[in-house]
Nanobody, 121 residues
Framework: QLQLVESGGGLVQPGGSLRLSCAAS????????IGWFRQAPGKEREGVSC??????STSYVDSVKGRFTISRDNGKVYLQMNSLKPEDTAVYYC????????????????WGQGTQVTVSS
């Protein structure tokens, strides 16, 4: 069973940056397609970014293009978030799937517990 752990969330001022990490105990994530999702209070879970296991192709929701970057390194997956806005405030989740291609839709097999990101002055 793949157990995902997110880290790196916190409180940041508008315009600031955070880097979220997604890791799995006893597994490296290189062979999994990874998606980052977020859910704000009272809103549906939204796909933010994803990276495929094979060709490393990536995708981003329009609202974060040019500000967020997904990457892999040392068996982990990162989400670099720059120029943060108050509307980025949410719980961020990483999700993994062994067979699917990069997708911003839910339906991934494995999910982490989430990490809170709060953007506020």
């Amino acid at each position: 069973q793949l157990q995902l752990v997110e880290s790196g969330g916190g409180l940041v001022q508008p315009g600031g940056s955070l880097r979220l990490s997604c890791a799995a105990s006893s597994f490296i994530l290189d062979y999994y397609t990874i998606g980052w999702f977020r859910q704000a209070p009272g809103k549906e879970r939204e796909g933010v970014s994803c990276i495929s296991s094979g060709d490393g192709s990536t995708s981003y929701v329009d609202s974060v293009k040019g500000r967020f970057t997904i990457s892999r390194d040392n068996g982990k997956v990162y989400l670099q978030m720059n120029s943060l806005k108050p509307e980025d405030t949410a719980v961020y989740y990483c999700a993994a799937d062994y067979e699917r291609q990069c997708s911003l839709r839910p339906g991934y097999d494995f999910w982490g517990q989430g990490t809170q990101v709060t953007v506020s002055s």
